[in-house]
Nanobody
Framework: QVHLVESGGGLVQPGGSLRLSCAASGAKIEPYTVAWYRQAPGKQRELVAFITSLAAGLRTNYANSAKGRFTISRDNAKNTVYLQMNSLKPEDTAAYYC????????????WGQGTQVTVSS
């Protein structure tokens, strides 16, 4: 069973940057597509970005709200996936989570505790 630990969140001013980390343990996540999600208070969890496995070409995809500002990457040696977030906006405020997408909007693994990102002046 994969155990996920997200970190790197915090309070940042609009226009600032953060780098989130998703460290996995219990199994290698290299074969899997991994995604970052976020959930703001009172809203549904939404997918922000995903990255495929090396075998699938390390393809990335972003939600429209993240395009041009966020970059997802992975370090298979560290069993970790990252989300570099630049030009942050107040509407990016949310708890951020990572997981492997599964059909029917499900996820493969148990959710971690997430990391809180707050963008405010």
């Amino acid at each position: 069973q994969v155990h996920l630990v997200e970190s790197g969140g915090g309070l940042v001013q609009p226009g600032g940057s953060l780098r989130l980390s998703c460290a996995a343990s219990g199994a290698k996540i290299e074969p899997y597509t991994v995604a970052w999600y976020r959930q703001a208070p009172g809203k549904q969890r939404e997918l922000v970005a995903f990255i495929t496995s090396l075998a699938a070409g390390l393809r990335t995809n972003y939600a429209n709200s993240a395009k041009g500002r966020f970059t997802i990457s992975r370090d298979n040696a560290k069993n970790t996936v990252y989300l570099q977030m630049n030009s942050l906006k107040p509407e990016d405020t949310a708890a951020y989570y990572c997981n492997a997408p599964a059909p029917e909007n499900k996820s493969l693994w148990a959710w971690g505790q997430g990391t809180q990102v707050t963008v405010s002046s």
